[in-house]
């Protein structure tokens, strides 16, 4: 019963309740089929392999979406975390396509370190530039999407880059799950969510980020070092979209520079519908995982129940605009709340004894009044 109570009075209660409530409704909705192989009736939505299933397409953005959230706390934006994956993508290809390493270990660690650095190169520049040149952040990360995803596009030569076979069986691990169960991506975005929970919540730079983000004067009037912490958050976003870039193309097995178009739609839509407030101060790492996860499911359903696939646009923007509207009211109701609390503790008939003490010096006012006429 306690940790009932305590998951309810969770920020993640409301977001996991309607992810619940959808599975349910899509399990209760989808129908079911008989299985040819073992001759099982199995729900066409509440089976092993659409759940994984549903949670790999979730974790390429899943991860990303981290990264955006902790920038979007630091009051900032990154619009080019779509890019970065591309990018990163094709650098990974075409470093193996050039040096051939042989061996597993070798294939994977050249891949796993070109991504990361090329995300980490990435982050560098935009957080060096929107730090250095003093531009708001949404007009830096709009030119180097535009600028990253050319370069891929240029030395790519437009054409998609086979990866070798050992990648995408590191990817497609089934971690004795079964032969068509791949859990490696759905692992990764748990275990990236859960640093990003630990990062905000329990380091001191993470608390230094919800300063910045809930009032950059204040924090620079403290003492906190802006310019560096700005510059981090941007390296973290671009490490988390060369390590989704790793696991994607190794995944699927290629990579080109159309890769990941329109991702940054996807990423910023989980961080908000995860509750991240886009004027920053507000947001969390599990919430943007599960806003991540909400957004697939509606996209699965759509699937699933053999809706128009046009509509997913629709849904998708209707819960983001309903998001930030939510988000909104919350903080004005909040905001209501402390100034009324403010006032009556201001107010001298809210203090203990005021009251009395008011009425004393009225009698003794009264009196010496009377003493006077005496």
């Known amino acids: 019963m306690i940790v009932l109570r305590r998951l309810l009075r969770s920020q993640q209660a409301g977001l996991l309740l309607i992810i619940i409530g959808l599975a349910v409704a899509l399990g209760v909705m989808a129908g079911s089929h008989v299985d ?11 089976n092993s392999y659409t759940l994984i299933q549903t949670a790999t397409d979730a974790s ?25 994956y591309a990018l990163a993508g094709v650098g990974m290809a075409l470093a193996i396509r050039a040096l051939q390493p042989q061996g597993v270990l070798a294939t994977v660690g ?9 995300g980490l190169l990435a982050g560098l520049l935009n957080g060096a530039m929107v730090v250095g040149l003093r531009v708001h952040p949404f007009i830096i990360t709009l030119g180097t ?14 054409e998609s880059i086979l990866l070798p076979e050992p990648l995408t069986r ?6 004795g799950m079964g032969a068509s169960l791949y859990p490696v991506p759905m692992l990764s975005m748990l275990l ?19 300063a910045i983000g809930g009032n950059v004067e204040a924090s620079r009037f403290s003492g906190l070092r802006i310019g560096r912490i700005q510059l981090g958050v941007y ?25 990941a178009t329109g991702y940054e739609l996807y990423v910023i839509a989980s961080a908000v519908v995860g509750g991240a407030s886009l004027s920053g101060g507000k947001g969390s790492a599990i919430n943007a995982m599960l806003g991540a996860i909400l957004i697939v499911l509606i996209r699965q359903s759509i699937r699933t129940l053999h809706f128009d696939q046009n509509y997913e646009w629709i849904i998708i923007g209707c819960a983001v605009v309903i998001a930030v509207v939510l988000d909104q009211s919350s903080t004005r109701f909040a905001a209501r709340r402390l100034a009324r609390g403010s006032l009556r503790r201001e107010s001298p008939e809210a203090r203990p004894g005021a009251h009395s003490a008011a009425a004393s010096s009225s009698d003794g006012n009264s009196d010496g009044k009377r003493r006077e006429i005496g």
């Open 110 to 118: 050249l891949a796993f370190g070109v991504a990361v650095s090329i």
């Open 192 to 210: 990236v969510s859960v640093a990003g929970a630990i990062y905000l919540s329990r380091t001191v730079m993470g608390r230094h980020v919800f």
């Open 235 to 259: 390296l973290v976003s671009g490490v988390t979209a060369g390590l989704s870039s790793f696991l994607g193309a190794s995944f699927y097995g290629s990579a080109s520079c159309g890769d």
């Open 36 to 46: 040819p192989v073992t001759g099982a009736t199995v729900n066409n939505f509440l």
């Open 60 to 84: 390429f953005f899943a991860i990303m979406a981290v990264g955006a959230t902790i920038v979007i706390i630091a009051a900032g934006i990154d619009l080019s975390v779509g890019s970065v």
């Open 145 to 158: 999407m535009w600028i990253l995803r050319g370069i891929a596009f240029v030395s790519s030569k437009a």
């Open 170 to 175: 590191v990817a497609k691990a089934s971690l």
